[in-house]
């Protein structure tokens, strides 16, 4: 049985220019990833895991080869469909958190609704009805910035979510936190899993990838273990 | 994004940073505030001007004078308007009436223990100066003869009232030695004594020494303190001028036109008015340009803002563009953010403005109560739209690049910035 792809990348590059000399983070890549699988990549710093992540989500673009997330080439996309594929296709999780602090909770998870037109008291719901299903309603009307790093990073993922993605992609989501909080990450993302959730997940850790069906290694932006 | 959505987070924006906001809102209010002083202040000048030149007269007259076109002071050459030239004038097309006007020599009426000088004015019947302004009496009408229509001030001095005055007969004497006070201002030839019977008396705001008499009896009077007979006064000196009357004054300029081409020189009021509409306009350019010297140093102060505003914000616009921010999206918080600048700054300069004129308007009259014009200041619905509209588009212009390094910013490198 083979489910259809929710990313499907074929000889996908990235190089940097800096003066003469040109950087490739990403020299080849060619992936699948089919729907409801969590796959976790894997490599040491600088083996491009990021930025192959970067280019699912849509913030970079690729120099060469093809992405499609979701059946969508994101190589046809100009800038304002790059932005609604953020909002509506994929949802990131960053190491970093990166939720707006004076704002509260809520409004921080219903943030990417505004931005795909949904009115204010549609997306307040959902982003309520979403930490509820998390575990985090208590926290809901808190400011962000008066959250615990676990509390912050669930949070993060109920945004991720709101839009209902394809595909969540997480980028060290457990860098920040302590082990206890990551654990309990690791099992939020394998619950979602279970709920058929395709989840994309990029770390150097091992015994994180461990959490995932699939673990794909990189080195020098280059897959060497699919 | 939803319209009510961006406005809703930028009124946010802007209401973080609240000193700097309401001081960038400040410098708009102030150079908004100025523009509308100043040009309200042109606006009221150039209306009381206008005012004052609508009491004076009719837009559609053009008086001729005897003299060669475009003469002034010492250089008039006098010229003759004789029968000949209003039969001219008046074959000229849009001119609906010419009325001949004949200024005998000065005098002075002796009546009732006073002598007033007087400027014995010969003129036709229906004569535009002879319109509408009596305050008893009547006009002078055709086939009238030793009548006068006189002014109020005058009127008071032969009679208790103005009314009283009507059917009096006075001894008006023209030529001679006229003097004011016992100062001689002028006269010329013998004088000579004519009884006059006072039909009418008009508002002595027209002029406060014109006596109105028929046009044939002035001629006689002109023509006997020089020895001469009327006829002679008629085809040598020749009238004193002619009103012209056009059927519309938007003709005016053609017949201004005609009467130069006849050899005269004329006036007309609309002439008057348009070079006063053009050399207000200058001066309203002026002033509008010092105001907007200070909106542009607003303009400066929201740019400076907004610059200052996308850098502190660089995370979050990183943030907002990973979580789906189209670009526009990012523009369009920015502009609107500096465009609640210019619409508080705006109101609030407009209020200010409105408020500075009131306070400067009851000073003037304070320190000086005969202060006359009705509005020293005057702000029209045109003025007060135009500053609001110049407030948002002077900050909408100051936000536009500061907005644009906001959209282009990449989402990834503003994740990145600490």
């Known amino acids: 049985m083979k489910a259809p792809l929710a990313v499907e990348a074929i000889g996908l590059e990235r190089t940097y220019a800096s003066g003469h000399t040109r950087v490739a983070a990403l020299d080849g890549v060619t992936l699948g990833i089919r729907r409801g699988e969590f796959v976790a990549v894997m490599g040491p710093s600088g083996s491009g895991k990021s930025t192959l992540l970067n280019i699912v989500a849509g913030l970079e673009r690729p120099t060469g080869g093809t992405v499609r997330v979701d059946g969508e080439d994101l190589a046809r996309l100009d800038e304002e469909a790059l932005a609604r594929h953020r909002s509506r296709r994929v949802g990131m999780v960053f190491q970093a958190f990166n939720l707006l602090p004076r704002f509260r909770v809520v409004d921080n998870v219903a943030l990417p609704l505004a931005f795909s037109g949904v009115p204010a008291s549609e997306r307040l719901r959902r982003a309520r009805a979403m930490l509820e299903r998390l575990g985090m309603s208590a926290r809901a009307d808190h400011r962000s910035n008066e959250l615990s790093g676990g509390e912050l990073q669930r949070a993060a993922v109920a945004r991720a979510l709101i839009g209902d993605p394809a595909i969540l992609l997480a980028d060290e989501p457990t860098g920040n936190l302590d082990s206890a909080n990551g654990a309990a990450l690791l099992g939020l993302f394998e619950e979602l899993h279970a709920h058929g959730q395709t989840v994309l997940l990029v770390t150097h850790d091992a015994q994180i990838a461990a959490h995932a069906d699939r673990t794909v290694r990189m080195r020098d932006g280059r897959v060497v273990d699919a | ?418």
Do not use: W
């Open chain 2, 1 to 418: 994004m939803r319209p009510g959505d961006l406005l809703g987070m930028s009124l946010g924006n802007y209401g973080r940073a609240r000193l700097r906001s309401s001081l960038t809102t400040a410098g708009v209010a102030i150079g908004t505030a100025l523009v509308v002083l100043l040009i309200a202040l042109a606006t009221g000048a150039e209306d009381n001007v206008r005012r004052s030149i609508f009491s004076i007269g009719d837009l559609r007259l053009v008086t001729v004078q005897p003299f060669q076109p475009g003469a002034n002071g010492l250089s008039a050459v006098p010229r003759t308007i004789s029968d000949d030239t209003v039969a001219k004038l008046r074959g000229v097309a849009h001119v609906d009436g010419v009325y001949r006007q004949f200024d005998a020599p000065l005098g002075m009426v002796v009546e009732g223990g006073d002598d007033a000088t007087i400027r014995p004015q010969g003129i036709e019947p229906g004569a535009p100066v002879d319109r509408g302004d009596l305050l008893a009496g009547r006009h002078i009408e055709a086939g009238d003869h030793a009548v006068a229509v006189i002014p109020g001030n005058i009127a008071r001095l032969v009679a208790p009232d103005v009314g009283a005055a009507v059917g009096k007969t006075v001894t008006m004497r023209v030529g001679g030695a006229v003097k004011l006070g016992s100062t001689r201002i002028g006269g010329s030839g013998t004088p000579r004594d004519y009884a006059v019977k006072i039909v009418g008396v008009f508002d002595e705001q027209a002029s406060q020494t014109s006596f109105r008499i028929p046009l044939d009896d002035a001629l006689l009077a002109g023509a006997e303190n020089r020895g001469l007979t009327p006829q002679s006064v008629r085809e040598t000196t020749g009238y004193s001028g002619l009103a012209v009357e056009a059927d519309d004054s938007t003709n005016v300029a053609d017949i201004v036109k005609a009467v130069q081409e006849l050899g005269f020189s004329s006036f007309s009021l609309k002439q008057v008015v348009e070079q006063i509409d053009q050399g207000f306009g200058v001066f309203k350019g002026i002033l509008a340009g010092i105001g907007g010297v200070a909106l542009l140093v607003a303009a400066i102060g929201i740019a400076n803002t907004m610059v200052m505003s996308v850098l502190e914000r660089t995370r979050e616009i990183g943030i907002m563009k990973a979580v789906g921010a189209s670009p526009g999206d990012i523009r369009a918080l920015f502009l609107a953010e500096a465009a609640y600048v210019g619409v508080f700054g705006g109101i609030l300069g407009l209020a200010l403005g409105l408020a500075g004129g009131q306070l400067i308007d009851r000073i003037i009259r304070q320190l000086n109560p005969r202060t006359n014009p009705a509005a020293i200041f005057v702000v029209g619905p045109e003025l007060a739209l135009g500053a609001l509209a110049l407030a948002l588009g002077v900050a909408l212009l100051a936000g536009f690049l500061p907005a644009r390094r906001a959209m282009r910013m990449s989402a990834l490198s503003a994740l990145r910035y600490e």
